[in-house]
């Protein structure tokens, strides 16, 4: 599936564009969802003791998160084969299955709360996760960008450099 259009190689266009996403704005959004859960005193209030335990599970999985993505990002700058395209297409669902699965699992059953009344609290947030790792999946596997950047197994490195240099 590899092109011949010299000007769709390397990271540009829609690739920067989800590069960003992922290691800047995803990360941030993250961790700015954290600091207004530590910064809402209601939220305290009615988890009383549990509230440290919350907070350090909220942190740690936003570490997890945002190393997993920014290992991500760095494969794309850096590794220019078809694995990278695997290994970022995996985090996006790992983030996903993460966001919407372990850690309201993990945060129920360490503070003995209803599952049913994390996701109810959860509203929106339930499908932009789904919605996100689609798009951008949809988009590592049909792009002709990342098709030329990012090499497949079966070509050579002559190859496919042939390619998109003829």
Same mark, same amino acid.
């Given at each position: 599936?590899? =092109? ?31 600091? /207004? ?36 990002? =760095?494969?794309?700058? /850096? ?39 994390? =996701?109810?609290? /959860? ?8 919605? !996100? ?16 950047? =990012?090499? !497949? ?14």
């Amino acid at each position: 599936m590899g =092109y011949s259009d010299r000007e769709l190689y390397g990271v540009g266009g829609w690739l920067t564009f989800f590069l960003v996403t992922l290691g800047v704005i995803s990360p941030l959004v993250s961790i700015g969802s954290v600091l /207004m859960m530590t910064s809402d005193s209601a939220t305290a209030g009615a988890l009383g003791d549990a509230w440290d335990t919350a907070v350090r599970i909220e942190w740690t999985i936003v570490v997890i998160v945002c190393l997993a993505m920014w290992f991500a990002v =760095y494969r794309f700058l /850096m590794v220019r084969n078809w694995t990278t395209v695997v290994i970022g297409i995996s985090v996006i669902w790992l983030v996903a299955s993460v966001t919407l699965i372990v850690e309201p699992l993990i945060v129920a059953g360490v503070l003995g709360l209803p599952l049913v009344q994390l =996701y109810g609290a /959860m509203g929106a947030t339930l499908v932009r996760p789904l919605i !996100y790792a689609g798009i951008w999946t949809a988009y590592l596997l049909k792009s002709e960008r990342v098709a030329n950047t =990012y090499r !497949y197994p079966e070509r050579g490195d002559e190859e496919a450099l042939a390619e998109v240099f003829d």
